[in-house]
């Protein structure tokens, strides 16, 4: 008798389940506004110039394919703290701060999932009500229970700050809080810099564990910018675990690039921390991947590439607003209703609010492609396939 005899089919990924059937699909005209990609006009995802450049200089000076650190190459880990917290920041002088290179943003959740499992196996992760749908499964994975917290109020299609803090206020102490650094995923939406206070002073008071997926820097308001809600979590003596990912600011989508940072109470708990940390990554894929590491700290350590690649991600980022006025507009144009709601939101995705039937609907109907509750990548939009999806949308709005 097989020993897989009678497993049951898992469902696909509700994202990438999503592009396989797109892929499938054998009808002309279909528009994918799934997964989370930028593309040019063309429809295609470049390679950047700088990401180009920085590869054929590592080619020229290649000698070797060994093994990085565990924790990763200490040439991409100092550029990549100065990014994410920025240059000089006094929480990193003080030695407080500690970074793994890890595979993507998706690697550095898993291993803040294990770390968080290892040092607290009874803690709950308490998520945003809606959030990334992969974000439970990796938690799960590790062993770890989640709960949720209010994020959208979808009467108004705000941002519900008022049950988000209450729930937070009745979290139990030691419990690890998911937040989005910006460009919420699915929604859009992000915190006030005073409601990133108000977060901030609940989760001092209440003892509880940030744990922040920066997916998306440098694509909300600037690199820079959009890390204000994770330095508003930094106080003395505070504690929080950083993940971030550079497949959409460096568009290294499939060279897994990321990193977790370890922000520590003390100088002597990072450096615990931190070997916490290297037994759950050798456990799990035991070093990183070297080639988008490698790029990264090339452009990010270099002057030139550095001032062309922040021009890189501001055309990428203003591309992607200009988008959204398309959108917006096209669905005017098309008869829907009025969605001027969508310039309240930042990033790559806009949430149409549709109902899981309208979604079906625009599959399976007019072969337009998105995310549950009509998360749309407005990233993705062309001039080419932005009036089908909006005709489409309207149509299957209009009932």
């Known amino acids: ?61 290649q000698t070797t394919k060994l093994y990085k650190p565990v924790a990763g190459d200490p040439a991409y880990l100092r550029p990549v703290r100065d990014l994410v917290f920025g240059a000089g920041n006094g929480t990193v002088a003080e030695g407080r701060v500690e970074t793994l290179h890890t595979p993507g943003g998706t690697g550095a959740l898993r291993v803040a999932a294990d770390l968080v499992y290892r040092i607290r196996p009874g803690a709950t992760v308490w998520l945003s009500t809606p959030t ?101 979590l ?18 290294l989508y499939d060279e897994r690039v990321g990193a977790l940072s370890l922000v520590a109470a003390t100088r002597e708990d990072a450096v615990t921390l931190l070997s916490h940390a290297r037994v759950a990554v050798r456990a799990n894929y035991s070093s990183p991947p070297a080639h988008g590491g490698e790029v990264v700290a090339t452009i990010l350590s270099d002057a030139g590439l550095r001032t062309r690649w922040i021009a890189e991600v501001t055309a990428m980022r ?16 098309a008869g829907a209703p ?20 309208q979604v079906r609907r625009l599959k399976e ?18 001039q080419s396939n932005l009036e089908p999806a909006c005709r489409a949308i309207a149509a299957v709005l209009a009932g």
């Open 1 to 61: 008798m097989s020993i897989f005899a009678g497993l049951t089919p898992m469902l696909p990924d509700p994202i990438l389940g999503l592009t396989e059937e797109y892929n499938r699909d054998p009808r002309p005209g279909k528009v994918s506004l799934a997964a989370g990609v930028f593309v040019d006009e063309t429809g295609i995802t470049p390679v950047l110039d700088t990401v180009a450049e920085a590869e054929a200089r590592i080619l020229a000076a």
């Open 132 to 232: 990334w749908p992969n974000h439970p499964q990796v938690f799960a994975a590790a062993g770890l229970q989640t709960a949720s917290y209010p994020y959208l109020d979808a009467s108004t299609a705000t941002l519900d700050a008022v049950g988000m803090l209450a729930a937070l206020r009745a979290a139990p102490a030691g419990d690890a809080v998911l937040l989005h650094a910006c460009c919420h995923n699915p929604t859009g939406i992000d915190p006030t810099p005073e409601l990133w206070r108000q977060i901030g002073d609940v989760i001092a008071e209440r003892g509880l564990l940030p744990l922040v997926d920066f997916a998306y820097q440098g694509f909300g308001d600037g690199l820079e910018a959009d890390a204000h809600g994770l330095l508003e």
């Open 234 to 251: 930094i106080r003395p003596g505070s504690e929080l675990l950083v993940a971030s990912s550079f497949s959409k600011n460096f568009s």
């Open 318 to 333: 203003q591309r992607i607003s200009g988008n959204r006025q398309l959108f917006v507009d096209g669905l005017r144009d």
């Open 365 to 382: 109907d007019h072969a337009v492609y998105v995310v549950g509750g009509g998360r749309v990548n407005v990233a993705g939009i062309t």
């Open 338 to 357: 009025d969605f001027s709601r969508l310039f309240q939101q930042k990033g790559m995705f806009s949430l149409l609010g549709m109902s899981a039937d």
